[in-house]
């Protein structure tokens, strides 16, 4: 049929974060490590769904996620509501998940993408509030299925962002994705540890005919936690609808799952609709006022992020773009780099050993930034002796391994 048509992507990704403030969403019981913590040891009656109980709101966690809504430029809304989302799942023992549908926090925000192609903005439709669920666990106990429930997670204040569908390609929503969680790292909101669960990314993906405006029907690939899954799967779906399109054959709007090993999406259940939920506003919260005075606390509270760090480094050290944006790709290399820089003035050669030598040196030990052996004032000497002549660039790799 139309096989000489071009096929371009259509993606929109919907990113779940939890928030790690201390405590829960509408409990006092501590946020915590869930691969760490005994399994159902931070449980309170609020966030097990006890008949009866209160929620009370959090207010660390709407500070939280005011920081991320200002960081994506969204307009934040004066009254937002939380609503209940009804459904039935074991590991949601209130029958309901407390979210905000109608009135969200935030809308119509921006993050700037620089891609293969230059910069592109990603519009953000959305950021709301809502809490995360318990978590299930199924095991074979003497040849039997079990599934075992632990809700240490219940509770924990959980942020939904969702881009307008911007995206173009698989690359395109590595990058978002990428940007958006050293974003998170930045603010310090969320720690961005994707085996841990804490970022979960659900890309919605379409394609459609080059130079056609219209949306396509799309399916949504749930819960991916790394991102080598997002772009592998988003770039197995892209082939695979534009390979149905070509056949004219339909495209299902369905929910999918990535199998990681056999590298393909699978059907997991009929895509359900906003109004199986029987979203109504909670009649236990109130609606949740925002002052500007409070916008303004946050927004002054705000720290330079990657964007206008990597601007910054460009300009002030001379850096290339590729530089900058490795550099300040995270907050404490980005530190690490100026440290060391304001001891060495000498931003191109800090550069070149921060990318390198020590990023090799790191990831080889496995160990972060701010774990290094050498800090900064240390490379900043030894590249001194290099300047001075003191000792060759040679010799000093040999003593860089050896500090
Ligand atoms: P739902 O809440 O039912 O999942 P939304 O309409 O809120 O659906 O959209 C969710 C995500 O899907 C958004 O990120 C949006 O950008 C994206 N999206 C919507 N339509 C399309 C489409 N035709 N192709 C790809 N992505 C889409
Ligand atoms: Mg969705
Ligand atoms: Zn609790």
């Not at 989302?85 to 009135?103: A, T």
């Not at 100026?338 to 800090?350: A, D, G, I, T």
């Amino acid at each position: 049929m139309n096989k000489k048509m071009e096929y371009e992507a259509v993606v929109g990704l919907e990113i779940h974060a939890e928030l790690e403030s201390q405590s829960k969403m509408f409990c006092a019981c501590p946020v915590v490590d869930h691969t760490q913590a005994q399994p159902n040891s931070v449980v309170c009656p609020v966030c097990s769904g006890m008949p009866g109980v209160l929620p009370v709101v959090n207010q660390r966690a709407v500070d939280y996620a005011l920081r991320v809504a200002l960081a994506l430029n969204c307009e934040i809304a004066p009254v937002s509501i939380f609503a209940r989302k009804n459904y039935f799942y074991p590991d949601l023992p209130k029958g309901y998940q407390i979210s905000q549908y109608e009135q969200p926090l935030a809308v119509n925000g921006m993050l700037t993408l620089l891609t293969r192609d230059g910069e592109k903005e990603i519009r953000i439709r959305r950021v709301h509030l809502e809490e995360d669920t318990g978590k299930l666990t199924h095991v074979q106990n003497n040849g039997k299925a079990r599934s075992l429930i632990n809700l240490n997670r219940a509770g924990v204040p959980l942020l939904e962002i969702v881009s307008e569908p911007d995206l173009r390609s698989a690359a395109d929503v590595r990058a978002y994705a990428s940007a958006l969680r050293s974003i998170l790292r930045y603010l310090g909101v969320n720690s961005g540890d994707m085996q841990k669960g804490v970022l979960r990314i659900e890309p919605n993906v379409s394609v459609r005919p080059v130079g056609s405006k219209e949306f396509l029907t799309r399916t949504e690939i749930k819960n991916l936690n790394s991102f080598r899954s997002l772009e592998n799967s988003v770039a197995y779906e892209i082939a695979r609808q534009t390979q149905l399109h070509r056949e004219g054959q339909p495209v299902l709007q369905q929910t999918l799952g990535w199998d990681v090993e056999q590298g393909l999406t699978k059907p997991q259940r009929g895509k359900e609709e906003a109004h199986d939920y029987r979203y109504f506003p909670d009649p236990d919260l109130l609606p949740l006022v925002i002052d500007d005075g409070w916008i303004q606390r946050i927004a002054d509270s705000l720290p330079e992020l990657p964007d206008d760090k990597k601007k910054r480094f460009m300009e002030r050290y001379g850096l290339p773009s590729y530089d900058a944006a490795l550099l300040t790709s995270d907050r404490e290399m980005a530190d690490y780099f100026e440290n060391c820089v304001s001891l060495f003035p000498h931003p191109k050669q800090v550069s070149n050993w921060v990318m390198g030598a020590l990023l090799g040196l790191l990831n080889a030990l496995g160990k972060s930034i701010d774990e290094s052996p050498v800090n900064p004032e240390n490379l900043a000497r030894l590249l001194a002796l290099v300047e001075e002549g003191v000792i060759s660039g040679k010799i000093a790799k040999t003593v860089f391994d050896e500090m």
